[in-house]
């Protein structure tokens, strides 16, 4: 049985087996926003994962809501199971110095060669609504020291509007699918010097 979760104007229809999977995820969601993208960056991995299987190939997925040891254990669940090609991990709303991002992605890509995985640039998604966002020119200047200081730390940011989320939270998190493919693909090259 499909479970709707309404957003203002918007359903998002989950099937029965999403509901379970899925329902402790998007309670850990702030915003009605964070959790249509979240639904639908889910529902791309599961499809993407369907896809896979076709070609046995094995992608896998972790949520967490801590960066602390994030590495450290998905670095384990890709040594320990070397049927695994590709790790995607998701962080919910975790602390990151003095930031709390709405979300952290990244990829780990097993190397065919047998060498270390290579690592995609972690990823931060921000959904940002209009109460909140870029409505004043000071939450305006904050929200761009904070994204130059993520990036000193090492990270892409992807601010994406509430708009934008209702309108199309798929095309959202395609975006940040193809982001982190290309950079785990770039990390593979430069690695074992392919051209790009």
């Given amino acids: 049985m499909a479970t709707k979760q309404k957003f203002r104007d918007k359903e998002l229809v989950l099937s029965g087996r999403q509901t379970r999977l899925w329902s402790s995820h998007l309670a850990r969601c702030q915003s009605p926003i964070e959790q249509m993208f979240l639904a639908a960056w889910l529902s791309l991995h599961e499809r993407l994962a369907t896809v896979a299987q076709s070609s046995d190939e094995n992608l896998t997925l972790s949520v967490g809501t801590s960066l ?30 003095f930031y709390r991002p709405d979300f952290v992605f990244w990829r780990i890509v097993a190397d ?34 904070r994204d130059r200081n993520l990036q000193a730390l090492g990270f892409q940011v992807f601010r994406f509007t509430g708009s934008e989320i209702f309108a199309q939270a798929c095309k959202c998190a395609l975006e940040v699918n193809h982001y982190l493919s290309e950079s785990a693909y770039r990390a593979a090259s430069e690695r074992h010097k392919f051209p790009m």
């Fill in 68 to 97: 602390d040891g994030a590495e450290t254990g998905a670095n384990g669940i890709m040594s320990e199971d070397p049927s695994i090609d590709s790790l995607d991990v998701v962080l919910i709303q975790p602390q990151l110095e």
């Fill in 112 to 145: 065919p060669t047998g060498g270390d995985p290579f690592h995609a640039t972690k990823v931060i998604v921000e959904c940002d609504g209009h109460e909140f966002h870029e409505r004043t020119k000071e939450q305006a200047t904050r929200d761009k020291a």
